[in-house]
């Protein structure tokens, strides 16, 4: 079996503390695939082994078929988008600019960011007065919309989150789930969801990994997690109720 | 510089000018008439080189007290009536600064005392003679030329009243009054040829106490103090009626005041400056720079009314530039000096910045040797320059620049290493290459904190930039410099008021700037 993502024999430490000491693990192309564990299981390494922002100790990590580059990751990153928990908006930046930097930096024409921006901002349900505003104007909830658009702006085939609907009340969560899978409904994105929220996760996922002290103990598609009666993975379910 | 005793003169007066008018030069200036073609750019070179070099204007330094000023006046303007161009750099801050400025070519003459020559530039022991100086000051390539006919040497003063209370007349006479009361100035009390030996040679009692020298004539006349040091031609001692008393033992060695000029400076200009030998004795040169301090003319006008009395200039018209002109000028000056060091240090520091401020060691290593330039005094900075850089404007800009390169790279490197970690972290997983990184975010968000660190180097050289006066690089300093050699405060004014408001416009520009540069929501949570 082969992934879009491949970790092999993975090891990575910081200092005194293993996170990996053995992992294969492989993601599949086009679906969405969360990451379930609790905070300091090593699921946001994973992420950022993938995208390069960590290397590995030891083993390898395959993207796209290939060995994560050392040299040119900033074109091979714009194949990867990155929403993250607390969004990193650029704060000197309106919202429409925030969305669409990348696109600039591509040199698309006006009409094309224009369009581009338009169509995201209208599926994650943002108003097009805000694009003038500034992050700090906004609410949490609308800043994490603009962070998954800006992540989904040139139509990266990997969309990587780092729990990035966390922090906001139920029902604007409930809100912005409702329109991530709009989105993706339109956008074919292989999405890879770190998240400590089973619930979530079984929400958005279409398969399931579930990671323990940097092991995976549970994998499979979410029907088959959600009846599990693994004790751990009843454990998650009732956290994320809980957060 | 405080080499230079004679830099310590305080007494008060007019407004310096320089003197305009400057007579059409003709005589010695031919341009080359209707070249032939045939000959083509070579010659024409060649022949505007020549016309460059014999129209390239004489120029007179002085160093800052009001004799060096007022025959530095004389020299320009006799120079003047035989048909030479003449510029004036007077006020060079101290002996070494004045002779380094002639040995470099910065300037062409300035006037110069025999003992100074000895002392501060040969070192010599003892007194040398004319000759004898000359021949050691050969390998600088200057000369000194004939004298001007005075002695400004160290004398010592009593008012009047007290003269002739104790019937005083000669120094030896202050040995049987034990009683008297010296006050001399710090660098007398230093002097080997100052207190120290003038104590042992005349056996006298007394102790001595240290006083500014400008507060020693008050101090005298406020019957606070009986004795003090002056300098024998000193334009006070007819203002403050004071008596000298006669050197009978011949203490205090001579310093023959004459043109130091360098030596390959054309025959006809030393000719011309002969016409001054023998010119003034020491009651001259003492009344004339009391008509300075005194009567408050400029220096242009006394050096003018008294060649002209001595038949050496004929009467023309002296047209002093207006108080805007100097003004104007020397802001203009002043603003180039700090403009173009700040920008340069702009340039280095964002610069040196972004190469290290990933590495904190590195940052370190910059922030370390920044700060220690900043420890180093002003006007040191500005001496140390010399030997570097020779005098003028380019020692000063860089002293001004190495000044402000601590500020602006401070705070760019602040600015840069406290940027938030998960910014940095999701500008680089977004796929920005590290000049998009720094371009889009990275320098933006540290905008401020850079703005605020050019500003502080703005204002800080603005402020210093008036010391800069000292090695003569000009600029508001000018004024301040010629305002404390004549502690005049109306001149100190005219260039501290006009630095303090360049300071303020400094401050005002780059508030605009930040405003239309930075969003307001930014400004607020920095802090400066």
């Known amino acids: ?243 | 510089m405080s080499t230079d005793r004679r830099s310590l003169k305080n007494t008060p007066a007019a407004p310096r000018t320089d003197r305009g008018g400057r007579r059409a030069a003709g005589s010695s200036r031919s341009k080359p008439r209707a070249a032939p073609r045939v000959i083509l750019l070579l010659a024409g070179l060649c022949a505007s080189l020549i016309a460059f070099a014999q129209t390239r204007p004489i120029v007179i330094g002085s160093k800052t007290f009001t004799e060096g000023y007022l025959l530095a006046e004389m020299m320009a303007q006799v120079l003047e009536e035989r048909g030479f161009e003449v510029r004036r750099r007077t006020g060079l801050g101290g002996t070494l600064v004045a002779f380094q400025a002639l040995e470099s070519g910065e300037i062409d003459a300035y006037p110069e005392y025999t003992g100074t020559l000895a002392q501060a530039i040969l070192e010599a022991e003892g007194e040398l003679g004319e000759e004898e100086l000359n021949a050691r000051l050969a390998p600088f390539g200057v000369e000194l030329l004939a004298g001007l006919g005075f002695n400004n040497t160290y004398a010592i003063a009593v008012t009047g009243e007290t003269a002739s209370r104790f019937g005083l007349e000669r120094i030896s006479d202050l040995a049987a009054l034990p009683q008297l009361r010296f006050g001399f100035s710090h660098e007398f009390r230093d002097r080997a040829d100052g207190w120290p030996g003038l104590q042992q040679r005349y056996g006298l009692p007394q102790t001595s106490s240290g006083i500014e020298h400008g507060l020693a004539y008050l101090a005298l006349l406020e019957g606070d103090l009986d004795v003090t040091d002056a300098y024998s031609t000193d334009g006070d001692l007819l203002r403050y009626d004071l008596s000298v008393l006669e050197d009978d033992l011949g203490f205090f060695p001579a310093y023959l005041a004459a043109p130091l000029v360098r030596a390959d400076l054309a025959p006809d200009v030393k000719a011309a400056l002969s016409a001054l030998t023998d010119l003034l004795d020491d009651e001259t040169m003492r009344a004339l720079n009391a008509e300075v301090v005194v009567e408050e003319r400029t220096f242009a006008q006394v050096a003018q009314s008294f060649l002209l009395a001595q038949g050496l200039v004929t009467p023309g018209e002296t047209r002093a530039p207006t108080l805007w002109e100097t003004l104007g000028r020397n802001t203009l000056t002043h603003l180039k000096l700090t403009a173009i060091a700040v920008l340069a240090a702009c340039v280095v520091g964002v610069g040196l910045a972004l190469l290290v401020y990933r590495s904190p060691a590195l940052s370190a290593g910059v922030l370390y040797v920044a700060g220690l330039l900043q420890t180093i005094p002003s006007i040191a900075l500005l001496a140390l320059m010399i030997p570097l850089a020779g005098v003028g404007q380019v020692p000063a800009i860089i002293a001004l620049f190495l000044y402000s390169l601590l500020p602006i790279a401070r705070n760019t490197i602040t600015a840069l290493i406290t940027i938030d970690p998960l910014l940095r972290r999701v500008t680089q997983a977004l796929g920005l290459s590290e000049r998009e990184q720094l371009r889009h975010v990275y320098v933006p968000l540290a905008l401020p904190h850079m703005l605020a660190g050019v500003r502080i180097a703005a204002v800080v050289s603005i402020g210093t930039a008036t010391l800069a006066a000292f090695i003569g690089a000009g600029g508001l300093g000018e004024p301040i410099v010629t305002g404390l050699a004549l502690n005049d405060t109306s001149l100190i004014l005219q260039g501290a008021i006009p630095a303090a408001l360049l300071a303020l416009g400094a401050e005002l520009l780059f508030e605009l700037l930040e405003r239309r540069l930075v969003p307001r929501h930014l400004v607020s949570q920095q802090a400066m």
Not at chain 1, 72 to 98: C, D, E, K, W
Not at chain 1, 190 to 205: F, G, N, W
């Open chain 1, 1 to 243: 079996m082969g992934g879009i993502i491949e970790f092999r024999h993975l090891a990575k430490s910081y200092g005194q503390t293993e996170v990996f000491r053995n992992l294969d693990l492989d993601i599949s192309p086009g679906v969405t695939t969360g990451l379930v564990g609790e905070s300091g299981c090593g699921k946001s390494t994973l992420l950022q082994l993938i995208n390069g922002l960590e290397r590995p100790d030891r083993g390898t990590v395959r993207t796209f078929g290939e060995p994560v580059p050392v040299t040119g990751l900033a074109s091979f990153r714009r194949r990867i988008g990155y929403a993250v928990q607390g969004t990193g908006l650029f704060p000197h930046m309106s919202v429409a600019r925030n969305i669409s930097l990348l696109g600039e930096l591509e040199g698309w024409s006006d009409a094309r960011i224009r369009a581009r921006t338009g169509t995201l901002m209208e599926l994650m349900a943002l108003d097009g007065e805000l694009t003038s505003r500034y992050p700090h104007e906004l609410s949490g909830g609308q800043q994490q919309r603009v962070g998954i658009c800006r992540a989904m702006y040139l139509q990266p085939d990997i969309l990587l989150l780092d729990e990035p609907f966390s922090g906001v009340d139920p029902l604007t969560r409930a809100d912005i789930h409702e329109q991530f899978l709009k989105l993706m409904g339109s956008e074919s994105t292989t999405v890879v969801l770190v998240t400590h929220d089973m619930s979530e996760a079984v929400e958005l996922a279409d398969e399931i990994i579930v990671i323990r002290d940097g092991e995976i103990v549970r994998q499979g598609p979410v029907e088959r997690i959600r009846q599990s009666s693994d004790a751990y993975v009843a454990r998650l379910f009732g956290q994320g109720r809980a957060s």
